[in-house]
């Protein structure tokens, strides 16, 4: 395999035996991840994802697959060769409070880790100030206890200890799910800004998928212990693999709509209820090449490629439809509009100066430009 792949994951899978009973927990998991990326690890809890973590930085042993390390095998490895390895590879857990000695102050517990890395006393100091400063936290901390620091310090001052041992890759698991959304929002920052500086490699395990996007330079997407799709943030949320993708990635969700598939004349239609959309031409002659027509299928469409702007409901006549809103959601630069189609729940995210309320019937238009169609029956996209 080619060196350019710090950590190659070959076919790993794991299975838990609990009374008797077998329980698949990852399925041949196979990605590669390149030197200094960042990775974000995403799924629903139970995905698998934090179990996948284990098994890449070997604090568990797979049943079955390869971890290459810089192209060494280090599935099996034990004893001192796996203590070597950990020096490689940094663990920063959801809260770190148990990784610290309550009895050491701040200064003195980044010290004890220079002084095992043979880092000379007289520039240790200086070391510990520069350490705190490069995760956002000044030098007064040097003299707190664990105890005196809130959760997000804690989490600074792990991601700290954690730089010292200079990894080659460290590993993020939820490390900000404990955290308050205003400061979460601020350790992102923190983190992006510090992968900026060290490049070093990162995976990031989270269930929020708002946090994956804005962080990770790709992205493995998992459900039930299996991947379901590996990519850019922007490819996750622009070409989803399937119907689980579409929905996970993206805030608030991907709408959908069941439809069935119809031929009228020369176009393509997707029916639902007493409504029907016109299907764009290149999109139409995939939907016949994949032998669509007369099939059921889901129609998925994102909030914000639904408008109801004059303009747009203009120049997309053949995508208007009629609805009323149930509910108006103020977000500042936009609004949310909630309603309901032949018992379909579908929001828009328009513009905030739209003059929808509820109670109102207003006219919306999809941008059939960007609708996504799924097989029902699989959940593969057909279309997008």
Known sequence: ESLEYLLI???????????????????????????????GIVGESGSGKSTLARQIIRLEKPTSGQVLLNNKDITNIKGKELKNIYK????????????????????????????NNKVPKNIRKEKIIELLKLVGLDKQYIDKYPRELSGGQRQRVAMGRAIVREPKVFLMDEPLSNLDAKLRVQMRVEISKLHQRLQTTIIYVTHDQTEAMTLGTRIVVMKDGIIQQ?????????????????GFMGMPPMNFIDCKVVKSGADILLMFGSHSIKVPDSKAERLIALDAVDKEVVLGIRPEDIHDEQLFIESSPESVIDARINIYEMLGAEVYLYFTIDQ?????????????RPGDTVQFAFDLS?????DKETEEILVS
Do not use: W
């Open 9 to 39: 994951i070959k076919g790993i899978s794991k299975v838990y035996k609990k009374d008797n009973k077998e329980y698949k927990v990852l399925e041949d998991i196979n990605f590669k991840i390149k030197k200094g990326e960042m990775i």
């Open 88 to 115: 490689d590879m940094q663990m920063v857990f959801q809260d770190p409070i148990g990784s610290f000695d309550p009895r050491l102050t701040i200064g003195k517990s980044i010290d004890e880790l220079l002084k």
């Open 230 to 246: 590996v990519d850019t943030p922007q490819n996750l949320y622009d070409k989803p693999c399937n119907l689980f993708v579409a």
């Open 344 to 356: 379909f729940d579908i929001t828009a995210r328009v513009n905030a100066r739209t003059t929808a």
């Open 370 to 374: 960007k609708i996504h169609i799924f």
